[in-house]
C-alpha cells in the first residue's frame, strides 16, 4: 500500500500564495514523477505540475511563471509553492505520484486525498 498525505490548501486572496505538500509513505519501490493535479467544480481534472526523479519539471501553462513544483526525494516529498493566485486557480488540488514497477514495466498512479484551495477576496 501507498499512502499519500496532503497539507497546506486553504483561502487565499488574489494575489496571495500558498504552499503546498505531499509526503508519500509506504511500499515504495521507484518512484517515477510526483506532481499535482486540480479539478475545480463542472470541470475535468488536469495536469499543474510534474516532476520527474531526474528532476525535470512539467507545468501547465495557465501557471508557468507563478508555480514551482520541487520536491524532496530524502523525504519522498513534494511540494507545489503557488505564487500570484488567481481565482480562477480554485480548485481541489491532488498529489499524484507515479511508482514504476521493472515486473509489469509500466507506472502506477497512487493519488492524494486532495486539498482545497480558494482564491478569493
Known amino acids: 500500500q501507498v499512502q499519500l498525505v496532503e497539507s497546506g490548501g486553504g483561502l487565499v486572496q488574489p494575489g496571495g500564495s500558498l504552499r503546498l505538500s505531499c509526503a508519500a509513505s509506504?511500499?515504495?519501490?521507484?518512484?517515477?514523477?510526483m506532481g499535482w493535479y486540480r479539478q475545480a467544480p463542472g470541470k475535468q481534472r488536469e495536469l499543474v505540475a510534474t516532476?520527474?526523479?531526474?528532476?525535470?519539471?512539467n507545468y501547465a501553462d495557465s501557471v508557468k511563471g507563478r508555480f514551482t513544483v520541487s520536491r524532496d526525494n530524502a523525504k519522498n516529498t513534494v511540494y507545489l509553492q503557488m505564487n500570484s493566485l488567481k481565482p480562477e486557480d480554485t480548485a481541489v488540488y491532488y498529489c499524484?505520484?507515479?511508482?514504476?514497477?521493472?515486473?509489469?514495466?509500466?507506472?502506477?498512479?497512487?493519488w492524494g486525498q486532495g486539498t482545497q484551495v480558494t482564491v478569493s477576496s
Open positions: 499524484n505520484v507515479k511508482l514504476y514497477s521493472g515486473t509489469f514495466s509500466r507506472d502506477f498512479d497512487y
Open positions: 509506504g511500499n515504495i519501490f521507484s518512484i517515477n514523477a
Open positions: 516532476i520527474r526523479s531526474g528532476g525535470s519539471t
